[in-house]
């Protein structure tokens, strides 16, 4: 499934109008027939005119036509001014990166220029809902992303390079070297899940020169935009191994820890396999953890086709692989900023999806003077809604004065001045959340004066991973709560991650409940906007024992809402 090449907006021509042409010759004929040869003079000089101002008029038409603004970048966000810039200016065949100023909604030279507008009106709108990139990309990783992309012209699917990988891997015959090689991704788990790994596979792929293909799975092209220019990221549809990919686990023949466990690793005449199937979910034994030593680096990197499944955020034990860590550094001088950067880069909503999200953010979110951000996942088993978690979710926002108290005594509190605003926009699967926090501020004035809405787009009562709709929901959902100023998540959930990694945002995390009990303190303040990864390996590959990896460099720590997982810290900032 090729991806059609860039298809910029066509130049509109202009053409003279014959019916006017007519007519102006008659006006300048009629005179000289009337009054004779001495007023030729007279009607040299009118057509002049009339030729300078046809000219006139015809000059300013092209121009305008020439480069039309697409209507739709403006629909949605008529109130907002935007600024022409000057392009930027690069090399994807050259290390450095010449910055020249570029229009805001490349976000500093992180989006390539080389799109269509009206394809994906999100990756050039977005910038206009959000505010400034609170840290700009290194100019290291912008040089690389070009690359990146130039190698994915070159190697994508159907390409010269691609066909003829693939008729080696439909053979099996002994791989020769090439300068294309492939990370295939598998469409596996929740949306959240998907998103995290995505962006992690990309990140393996940019550190190893792979070329990424996803899976499309079952929403996967409805939900997301190209990220590269003129050749697709999807996996042809004809790929040989896709039947396989849903029986992939870590019993199958080419998984790696299995390989390593029966030692293995070779074919039986001694040559390299033409792919390695890597078992990264969260179930992975020991054997498949092994991914992450720099040994076994030197082994995949000889492999031309590796089969990644995995539902775990594993950017952070990248940073501890020692032959990864210089390459890193200058990729990422922040180290807190990873997903910040790669989401942004990778994950712009379809236009079905980026309607969802300007409709509902023009209506509700966009005349508020701030806009907080609620993510509820509760994972106790019963029927919702909780009184617990309610209490943790009021007493979290009241006392980090992310909300104003309510005066139940009084029927009306005036405040001097303007009347500030706040918007809520709250996401869960029930609605009672919700309900119970509209109906407080409705049904009582803040003791501050201030005027809350409380808003929640959509209430699919259970989790439908499989349906379209409700995965544009989510996903929608996901990107509205990361336009909001002030973000409070749920421990453990993705669907959170997402959002404050994308939004550049540091929540507040409430606490998992115990016992049906609201926990005290009910919430804390993030470490950083990175995710957390949930099923690190614990094993000094050097020493080949046991190890805690949350301690051993100082940008890599345990999680504040899970104790044994762990994620990236700025650790120049003071925490």
């Keep these: 499934m090729k991806r059609v090449n860039k298809n910029p907006d066509s130049d509109l021509g202009t053409q003279s109008d014959p019916d ?79 910055s020249a100023e570029v229009p ?47 190698l994915h012209q070159r190697c994508g699917p159907y390409t010269e390079s691609y066909n003829k990988t693939l008729q080696k891997l439909k053979s099996g015959n002994q791989p020769e070297s090439s300068d294309c090689n492939y990370l295939v991704w598998i469409s596996f788990s929740g949306l959240g899940n998907r998103i995290l790994t995505l962006a992690s596979a990309f990140l393996y792929a940019l550190l190893t020169n792979r070329v990424l293909l996803v899976d499309p799975g079952v929403d996967m092209v409805d939900l997301f935009c190209e990220p590269f220019p003129e050749v697709s990221w999807f996996l042809p549809s004809d790929f040989p191994l896709k039947t396989q990919f849903d029986s992939f686990d870590q019993i199958s023949p080419h998984c790696y820890g299995r390989l390593l466990k029966n030692n293995n690793t070779m074919n039986s005449n001694g040559s390299s396999r033409s792919f390695v199937y890597l078992h990264l979910v969260h179930d992975y034994d020991d054997h498949d953890k092994l991914f992450f030593c720099d040994e076994d680096q030197s082994f995949l990197q000889k492999v031309p086709w590796l089969i990644m499944k995995t539902d775990n955020y594993y950017i952070p034990s990248l940073f501890l692989i020692p032959s990864f860590e210089p390459e890193l550094s200058n990729l990422f001088p922040n180290k807190d900023s990873v997903f910040h950067f790669l989401g942004r880069y990778l994950f712009h909503p379809t236009n079905p999806v980026w309607g969802l999200i300007t409709r509902y953010y023009d209506a509700y979110l966009a005349r508020a003077d701030e806009r907080i951000g609620i993510q509820i996942r509760v994972f106790d088993t019963g029927v919702g809604p909780f009184q617990y978690v309610f209490d943790q979710i009021l007493a979290c926002t009241l006392k980090e004065n992310l909300l104003p108290k309510v005066d139940k005594e009084k029927a009306i509190i005036r405040q001097s001045g303007n009347q500030t605003s706040k918007a809520v926009i709250l996401t869960s699967l029930s609605s009672g959340y919700f309900e119970k926090m509209r109906d407080m501020y409705w049904e009582y004035p803040t003791v501050t004066g201030e005027v809350i809405g409380i808003y929640q787009p959509s209430q699919e009562r259970y989790q439908q991973t499989e349906k379209r709709t409700h995965n544009r929901k989510a996903w929608a959902e996901m990107y509205l709560l990361s336009l909001t100023d002030v973000l409070v998540t749920s421990s453990w959930s993705t669907f959170g991650y997402v959002a404050q990694s994308l939004g550049g945002l540091r929540p507040w995390i409430l606490y998992k409940p115990e016992n049906h009990t609201a926990p005290d303190p009910p919430c804390h303040r993030a470490m950083s906007m990175e995710p957390c990864f949930h099923a690190p390996p614990f094993y000094d590959c050097k020493a080949k024992r046991g190890i805690d990896t949350g301690v051993l460099v100082p940008h890599v720590r345990h999680c504040e809402d899970m104790s044994w997982g762990l994620k990236l810290v700025d650790h120049q900032d003071e925490l």
């Design 20 to 98: 006017n042409s007519s007519n102006y010759d008659n006006v300048l004929r009629d005179p000289v027939a009337q009054y004779g040869f001495e007023f030729n003079s007279m009607r040299m000089m009118g057509l002049a005119v009339v030729t300078l101002m046809l000219v006139s008029v015809l000059f300013s038409v092209s121009v305008v036509l020439r480069d039309p603004p697409d209507d739709g970048v403006w629909e949605a966000n008529e109130a907002k001014s935007f600024e022409v810039k000057s392009r930027k200016v690069f090399s994807a065949e050259e290390d450095s990166f010449q």
């Design 104 to 150: 805001k909604e490349l976000l500093g030279g992180l989006l390539s220029a080389e799109f269509n507008k009206k394809s994906c009106l999100s990756r050039y709108q977005s910038a206009f809902y959000r505010k400034e990139l609170s840290r700009k990309p290194s100019s290291y990783l912008i040089s690389r992303l070009r690359s990146y992309e130039a």
